[in-house]
């Protein structure tokens, strides 16, 4: 399985930003699609963004306006960049591969790195 290394998470107020980062040593991006999944205590996790190999980007719409996925293939490196932060968004964020279907974002195995986390508090 693939090992992704989640990075930026933190403890922000309400309204704050944060940017994540997902990076793999072993594991050329390029040719997939990266997604982010959060889980948060207690709930099931989420695909809250996916972008494609063709930088097609797609939004759960709990965070559509807010949050903006990029990917940078010259640093193997996908982003999630985080604005108008709110206490529901705290959760622990994944990224993986990912696909899009019926209106969700899935991810392509049930495999999951330490990822980062975040908390949205005043």
């Known amino acids: 399985q693939v090992q992704f290394v989640e990075s930026g998470g933190g403890e922000v107020q309400p309204g704050g930003s944060l940017r994540l980062s997902c990076a793999s040593s072993?594991?050329?991006?390029?040719?997939?699609?990266i997604g982010w999944f959060r889980q948060a205590p207690g709930k099931e996790r989420e695909g809250v963004s996916c972008?494609?190999?063709?930088?097609?980007?797609y939004y759960a719409d709990s965070v559509k306006g807010r949050f903006t996925i990029s990917r940078d293939n010259a640093k193997n490196t996908a982003y999630l960049q985080m604005n108008s932060l709110k206490p529901e968004d705290t959760a622990i964020y994944h990224c993986?591969?990912?696909?899009?279907?019926?209106?969700?974002?899935?991810?392509?195995?049930?495999?999951w790195g330490q990822g980062a986390q975040v908390t949205v508090s005043s």
């Open positions: 972008i494609g190999s063709d930088y097609i980007t």
């Open positions: 072993e594991f050329t991006l390029n040719h997939y699609n």
């Open positions: 993986a591969t990912c696909f899009y279907y019926k209106d969700y974002i899935h991810a392509d195995f049930d495999s």
